[in-house]
């Protein structure tokens, strides 16, 4: 079959489920931590680097991507199975700072750029087969990058329980080698459709850090990732902080999973009906400000407050995953189809420096104030406001006519 759904939507379901497990980093750190013999800060650094390669092989792939999305697609398909596979031995045969270089390597740089690669391949192939819809193609894949935390969480769980973290990254790296190959397969570009060799050629990607509208993508990109992880990656801690329930903790990361899934299909769709794509991110930004401030205000109403953060996780997680589905159609409105693999990649570079701020900030910021989870919330606050700013001042089109440059 060739067709839309046998060739675009179901390959990058395939791979983007696959990869986007990296989410599910929280679900066992602390029992790699334990059974390497070091801490789960020093452990969390092989997140970190994982969506720092992330970010940067994306900013690298672009020509091989416009060029060959099978080789591409390939090159993900192994880079991020070795990498489980290869963080899985770590842990069963090396402990202390070994077995940290060892994640290191693999879990982060290994499946980073399998992640990179893999993010990317599917991204302009979808917005070829539905090139009229370009927000829920996208939002259509990415969601399966969200949707994977949702659907992995408690599999992982139960795989630690009967063969434990080593087997764990055994058996799934098995898995997601099957389904991204089976993806690697079905992916094709439509037919009729020729990459321009010149175009390829002549692209500079410094040069789009010369457009403003660009940096201001980049931007608001950055802070949106940026604050999420904030958040995202405390969330089992944020919520024990105010929860004795042991179900309310575990079952409430998997509600802001499917969150962070419904926002990348339901933005990125929504976005289709807007005359200027970048009204998502002042919605997203909007809300998440918003949720943030009542949050803090009623935070001395205990009864309240223990609503108000489920609340907070959910609307962040929706932006969050928002964020990411609607920027290549914001991308392509702005700039065109030529080149968007690339131009993409480019954008997703600000993943990467994300990766590495985020989550560090929030260990900076509750080492200094005796792990009160409040002061995240006034941080995430400010640059939530920075982040809406800057979309109205360097993206907004002013002219609403940003639709009329898609190619």
């Known amino acids: 079959m060739n067709n839309k759904w046998v060739r675009a939507a179901i390959p990058a379901l395939l791979i983007h489920c696959s990869i986007g497990t990296v989410y599910c980093w929280s679900t066992f750190k602390e029992a790699i931590a334990e059974k390497i013999g070091v801490s789960t800060f020093a452990t969390g650094w092989a997140f970190s680097l994982a969506i720092f390669f992330l970010g940067m ?16 697609s390939l090159i993900a398909c192994i880079c991020f199975t070795v990498g489980m596979i290869g963080t899985g031995l770590v842990i069963n045969f090396c402990t202390g700072a070994v077995a940290l270089i060892g994640i290191y390597l693999f879990y ?3 499946m ?43 599999i992982m769980e139960l795989l630690q329980k009967k ?28 037919e009729g459709w020729v990459e321009d060799a010149q175009v390829n050629s002549d692209f500079k990607p410094m040069s789009m850090f010369k457009n403003k509208v660009f940096v201001g993508i980049w931007l608001m990109f950055f802070l949106n990732i940026h604050c999420g992880l904030m958040l995202i990656t405390y969330e089992k801690q944020i919520l024990g902080s105010v929860y004795t329930a042991a179900f309310i903790i575990s079952l409430v990361p998997s509600i ?24 998502i991110y002042q919605i997203i930004f909007t809300s998440c400000f918003g949720i943030s401030l009542v949050t803090l205000v009623l935070s001395s109403v205990p009864s309240i407050y223990k609503i108000l953060i489920i609340a907070l996780l959910m609307i962040v997680n929706l932006g969050y995953g928002g964020g990411f589905s609607t920027l290549p159609a914001l991308l392509s409105s702005r700039f065109g189809m030529e080149s ?29 104030t005796n792990q009160n989870y409040k002061f995240l919330l006034i941080a995430t606050s400010v640059l939530y406001v920075v982040a809406l700013i800057i979309c109205n001042v360097l993206v907004r089109d002013k002219s609403a006519k940003a639709e009329n440059q898609e190619a």
């Open 112 to 154: 980073g750029i399998g992640l990179g690669v893999g993010y990317l391949t599917p991204v302009k192939t979808l917005m070829l087969w539905f090139s009229e819809q370009k927000g829920l193609a996208t939002g259509i894949s990415i969601m399966g990058f969200g949707l994977a935390k949702a659907i992995a969480t408690p």
């Open 340 to 368: 968007i693999s690339k131009i993409h990649g480019i954008a997703l570079s600000a993943w990467a420096f994300a990766g590495i701020t985020g989550n560090n900030l929030s260990e900076i910021i509750l080492k200094n």
């Open 256 to 279: 802001t999973a499917a969150c962070n899934a419904l926002g990348r299909i339901g933005y990125s769709t929504i976005s289709d009906k807007l005359k200027d794509r970048s009204t």
């Open 57 to 72: 092989s994306a900013a690298f792939a672009g020509k091989i991507v416009e060029q060959n999305i099978h080789k591409s």
């Open 163 to 190: 063969v434990g973290i080593s087997g764990m990254f055994y058996i799934l790296g098995a898995v997601y080698f099957c389904m991204m190959f089976l993806g690697h397969i079905l992916l094709k570009k439509p």
């Open 108 to 110: 982060g740089c290994i």
